[in-house]
C-alpha cells in the first residue's frame, strides 16, 4: 500500500526558482528517503534523513521532516533544466526493511 | 561506488513465452535485492525482496510461479516473467541493499528493464 503522498503530483517552474516537494506519511518511520528519476530510468538516491533529524542538507538539496506531522519537504534551489524529473518519497519503518514509495511528483523546470 | 546494472534494459517477447531479467551489483556484495514493477506515470510497487541463497518474499498479490526469482549469488538476482501476457507489459527496475556500502538503509536501484508482450 502507498505510504508516501508527495504534494504537488506536478509543477513547472523557471530556471533559477526553487522547486518544493512535499511528502506526507501515515505510519511511524525510522527514515524517509528522496529519489530522483529521469524519464524511463531507474532511481537515483538523493538524500535520506533519520526520525531524530529535522533537517538535511546536500548541496542545493533541503530536506526537512516533522514527525508530529508525519510529513517531509525536498526543498530544490536555483533549479537547472536538468532538474527536469519525478521526485519520490519513500519511508522505512525499522531501518532495514523494505521501502515504501509515494505517487511522485514530476518536476518540470523550463529555460 | 554501489552500482547496479540491468540487462536487458528493452525486451519485446510474445504472449506466452519466458523473459529473464539480470540484476547484477557491480561494485559491492548485495545482501538483499528487490524486485519493483512501474506503470506509466505511477509509482514503484514492490514485488518481492530477496536474500542471497534464500527463497524470495513476495508481496501479496504478486504471484510468486509467475514471477520467479532466483538471487543465487550476492551480486546477482533474476527475475523471470513466465509465460508472459500483455497485461504484464511494465518497466521492471531491481534495487540492492549491501553491507558496508555507503548508508546501509539506502537501496541502490538499477536502470530498469521495459518489457513489451505482444
Known amino acids: 500500500s502507498q505510504q508516501g503522498e508527495e504534494d504537488p503530483q506536478a509543477l513547472s517552474i523557471q530556471e533559477g526558482e526553487n522547486a518544493t516537494m512535499n511528502c506526507s506519511y501515515k505510519?511511524?518511520?525510522?527514515?524517509l528517503q528522496w529519489y530522483r528519476q529521469n524519464s524511463g530510468r531507474g532511481l537515483v538516491h538523493l538524500i535520506l534523513?533519520?526520525?531524530?533529524?529535522r533537517e538535511k542538507h546536500s548541496g542545493r538539496l533541503r530536506v526537512t521532516l516533522d514527525t508530529s506531522k508525519k510529513s517531509s519537504s525536498l526543498l530544490i534551489t536555483a533549479s537547472r533544466a536538468a532538474d527536469t524529473a519525478s521526485y519520490f518519497c519513500?519511508?522505512?519503518?525499522?531501518?532495514?526493511?523494505?521501502?515504501?514509495f509515494g505517487k511522485g511528483t514530476m518536476l518540470l523546470v523550463s529555460p | 561506488g554501489a552500482v547496479v546494472s540491468q540487462h536487458p534494459s528493452w525486451v519485446i517477447c510474445k504472449s506466452g513465452t519466458s523473459v529473464k531479467i539480470e540484476c547484477r551489483s557491480l561494485?559491492?556484495?548485495?545482501?538483499?535485492m528487490f524486485w519493483y514493477r512501474q506503470f506509466p506515470k505511477q509509482s514503484l510497487m514492490l514485488m518481492a525482496t530477496?536474500?542471497?541463497?534464500?527463497?524470495?518474499?513476495?508481496e501479496q498479490g504478486v504471484e510468486k510461479d509467475k514471477f520467479l526469482i532466483n538471487h543465487a549469488s550476492l551480486t546477482l538476482s533474476t527475475l523471470t516473467v513466465t509465460s508472459a501476457h500483455p497485461e504484464d507489459s511494465s518497466f521492471y527496475i531491481c534495487?540492492?541493499?549491501?553491507?558496508?556500502?555507503?548508508?546501509?538503509?539506502?537501496?541502490?536501484f538499477g536502470p530498469g528493464t521495459r518489457l513489451l508482450v505482444l
Open positions: 519513500a519511508t522505512d519503518p525499522s531501518g532495514y526493511s523494505t521501502l515504501t
Open positions: 534523513i533519520r526520525s531524530n533529524e
Open positions: 534495487s540492492a541493499r549491501g553491507q558496508g556500502v555507503g548508508i546501509q538503509e539506502t537501496q541502490y
Open positions: 505510519t511511524s518511520i525510522n527514515n
Open positions: 561494485d559491492f556484495q548485495a545482501t538483499t
Open positions: 530477496s536474500n542471497e541463497g534464500s527463497k524470495a518474499t513476495y
